[in-house]
């Protein structure tokens, strides 16, 4: 009774003889999960919501006369609970006998087989007999699109997938149909699944019903090896296992983390390493003589980019980085150009105004506080693609805490969660709405505020104004300033003083270097303004140090060096919140490709240059801090001109070169084709209509694209998704459009 007085929320319980003490409203299965007693279940899952559907978790109460399940039971003070027992034993088996009825015996031919909990459970309580001698049940499959196979007569309708897509993803596209013995798990309308989370459902999956269909009948998991990475596509850094078989990556499944990515992962970062064995991989150093590509032996390569390199130093250079670099990597980098004299080296390579001297921010609150807000601005985001598990935080914080979140966008996105407030307008009004009394006061009455900054403001030609104004926004709300940093590992490389002293990435463009280093990036589609870019690189010397040897980098280098991908080599990433991660080195590096780090080593040691004297990752890492660059500002762009405002969003599966070559996320029906979309009025004034051909034109360059009319657009804005060859030149502030 002390320790009760002592502990007012919690009570005390015996399980199988053992006195616990527990908090009030937990379940019996919650309190026997922590004290270590097991008790077996399908649809009990501690992220979803309590269903009790399968019944497998039945236990014996005292002075009940019914057996409880234990998922859905709440604790009592003084209950003694049996999990073992004779009788619990009994409903047990009885509840495994009866979900095994209609299970099809298919293990030898089932990706679950071997990590199956319905084989696991079968195990310890199912019968070695059947007394079932009526047919089994068929349940007729349907295509969920090109990321989940389907085997729904092994399915035990648990309805775990049911309440994932409900309330985690928020899209509520699975559900129940027909009654009794007729019932099946399905999609209503025959349509692929579309939420952006899709593969969590083969995790939350017991059996073999929902399985991976890109890995589909590759391997057996006894046969994988675990290596623990990270996501590398967007700034959060989900955590993640690769599995791996004789150095080939077969998926990716999520790795357990609640300060970061909870213990789900976003199908961008689970189906994108199909994208590391397109036809295109850079594997063998190459050299271009006489206007003509040559496999050259490493020596060969090393021995041209040092030529190149030296005599092109100082301000001559300009080094561009990809802003997926690990920390090691973006290091030497830094110390490739302070040795060879430049100042002119930067990784923001998708921002267009720099007159503020941006970088990259660790989130002013963390994500797992973020659920915890009761008021939200999502300020010039499609959060949903360009963070995926920071929009499933959004929806958490309305569902569990009952926070407001208000939008501030060009175009009325589809999110999953209710809105207290919207405002669509373009771009250039950002700023204005930020300091209407309006917002300020509904965010005002909050407690715990944040105000979230995404892409579409980050990368607009005046995004200096929109910082300015975000940041007297949350002076003047007390809410915190979460800018999301543009690459997984912006924050990281701003660190590693991955920075101009001198010419910013625009000024290099807009000026031309005599030559350049381009680290992991595809010249083509990776740069916010594509026609600079090409301009500029076609002109000059550059070594690539690259995962592809794509057409546009062909193009414009004069030698590729192969480095490996994330999921190749051992790197740090510093993620939005700040954390430092190690991703360890997963599948083997293809052909002669090398880790990027072992390439700079190898050519800042050819050179002599002060930091590179090194000899293995351990003593790179030694040697690493924190750098502090006074970075250069430059001149605001100008949006002054004819035309509709642009608002451009990366697309989802668009967003970097590995992105770009998975197939089974190319044939996802949130990848769009390329397209501009405009608003009803602004398609009328101009005679346009829905599926027509349109000339979209800039001073730089000019594409034709079929024409989508949608209301969500604000008023005087075009929406274009970027990663596509056809909308790169579209990378100005203002566009024309005509029909074609």
């Known amino acids: 009774m002390r320790r009760l007085w002592l502990c007012p929320k919690h009570v005390t319980i015996e399980i199988d003889g053992q006195s616990l003490v527990v908090p009030k409203g937990s379940m019996i299965i919650q309190a026997a999960d922590k004290a270590g ?22 236990v014996d109460v005292e002075k009940s006369p019914k057996p409880s399940p234990a998922c859905a039971t709440p604790v009592m003070d003084g209950m003694k609970i049996q999990t073992r027992n004779e009788k619990a034993l009994k409903y047990q088996r009885s509840v495994m006998e009866f979900l095994l009825i209609n299970h099809p015996l298919d293990c030898p031919i089932c990706d679950q087989g071997g990590e199956c909990e319905l084989q696991d459970v079968s195990l310890g309580y199912g019968r070695s007999v059947s007394r079932f001698n009526e047919r089994k049940r068929v349940v007729v ?10 085997e729904m007569t092994r ?7 049911v309440r994932f897509t409900a309330e985690v993803a928020g899209t509520y596209e699975l559900g129940g149909m027909y009654r009794g013995e007729n019932l099946q798990i399905g999609t209503y309308d025959g349509k692929p699944l579309t939420t952006e989370l899709s593969g969590n459902v083969i995790d939350v999956c017991p059996v073999g019903a929902l399985t991976n269909k ?22 959060m850094g989900s955590n993640l296992f690769l599995h791996v078989r004789r150095g080939e990556v077969l998926r990716a499944v999520p790795r357990d983390n609640e300060l970061v990515n909870e213990c789900w992962l976003s199908d961008r970062d689970r189906y994108s390493h199909q994208g590391l064995y397109a036809a295109d991989r850079a594997v063998k150093p190459l050299q271009k003589v006489n206007g003509e590509w040559k496999e050259v032996s490493w ?8 030529e190149i390199f030296e005599a092109n130093r100082g301000d001559d250079l300009g080094v561009l980085v990809h802003p997926s670099t690990s920390n090691e990597e973006g290091a030497l980098l830094a110390r490739l150009a302070a040795g060879l004299g430049s100042t002119n080296i930067d990784h923001r390579i998708n921002n267009r105004d720099f007159s503020d001297a941006p970088v990259a921010q660790a989130f002013g609150m963390s994500l797992a506080e973020i659920e915890k807000a009761d008021r939200i601005v999502v300020l010039g985001s499609n959060i949903r693609h360009e963070l995926p598990l920071l929009h499933a935080r959004l929806r958490k914080a309305q569902t569990s805490n009952g926070a407001q979140i208000h939008v501030v966008n060009p175009v009325d996105f589809d999110f999953a969660f209710k809105l207290a407030g919207k405002q669509i307008v373009a771009p250039s009004r950002f700023a204005e709405v930020l300091g209407s009394a309006q917002l300020v006061e509904a965010v005002k009455g909050g407690s715990n505020s944040v105000i979230i900054v995404g892409a579409i403001a980050e990368n607009h030609p005046q995004a200096a104004a929109i910082r300015a104004a975000a940041g007297a926004f949350a002076s003047g709300t007390g809410a915190k300033l979460c800018r999301i940093p543009q690459g997984a590992n912006a924050l990281g490389l701003t660190r590693a003083g991955v920075l101009p002293a001198g010419k910013d990435v625009n000024a290099m463009l807009a000026q031309p270097r005599k030559a350049y280093a381009l680290y992991g990036i595809e010249p083509g589609l990776d740069f916010a303004d594509a026609a600079a870019a090409r301009k500029a690189l076609a002109g000059a010397k550059v070594v690539a140090f690259s995962q592809f040897a794509c057409a546009s980098t062909r193009d414009v280098a004069d030698v590729i060096l192969p480095i490996g991908a994330l999921p190749e080599i051992e790197g740090t990433l510093t993620n939005l919140d ?7 080195a997963g599948g083997k590096l293809q052909g002669e490709a090398r880790e990027g780090w072992r390439v700079l080593r190898a050519l800042g040691g050819d050179m002599q240059l002060a930091g590179f004297g090194f000899t293995d990752l351990a003593g790179l890492r030694a040697s690493l801090q924190s750098v502090a660059v006074k970075v250069a500002a430059s001149a605001q762009p100008l949006l002054a001109g004819e035309g509709l405002e642009v608002a451009s969003t990366p697309a989802i599966y668009r967003i970097d070169a590995v992105v770009r070559r998975a197939e089974a996320l190319q044939s996802h029906p949130l990848n769009n084709a390329p397209r501009i979309v405009l608003n009803v009025e602004d398609a009328a004034r101009l005679q346009l209509t829905e599926g027509q051909m349109a000339k979209v034109g800039t001073e730089a360059g000019k594409a034709t694209l079929p024409v989508v009319v949608d209301a969500r657009v604000a008023a005087g804005t075009v929406w274009i998704e970027s990663g596509h060859g056809a909308t790169a030149p579209l990378g100005a502030a203002r566009v024309t459009v005509v029909a074609a």
């Open 214 to 235: 890109v890995f589909q009948f590759k391997a057996r998991p006894w046969e994988l090896t675990a290596r623990e990475s990270l996501g590398y596509h967007d700034a």
């Open 299 to 306: 020596a060969e390569g090393l021995a041209a980019a040092r």
């Open 37 to 58: 007693i097991p008790i077996p279940r399908f649809c009990y899952h501690e992220k979803l919501p309590i269903a009790a559907n399968c019944r497998m978790c039945l």
């Open 141 to 150: 499959d349907e295509d969920m699109g090109p990321l989940v196979a389907t």
């Open 578 to 584: 700040g954390r430092d991660q190690i991703a360890r």
């Open 155 to 161: 399915c035990i309708q648990c309805t775990r997938c």
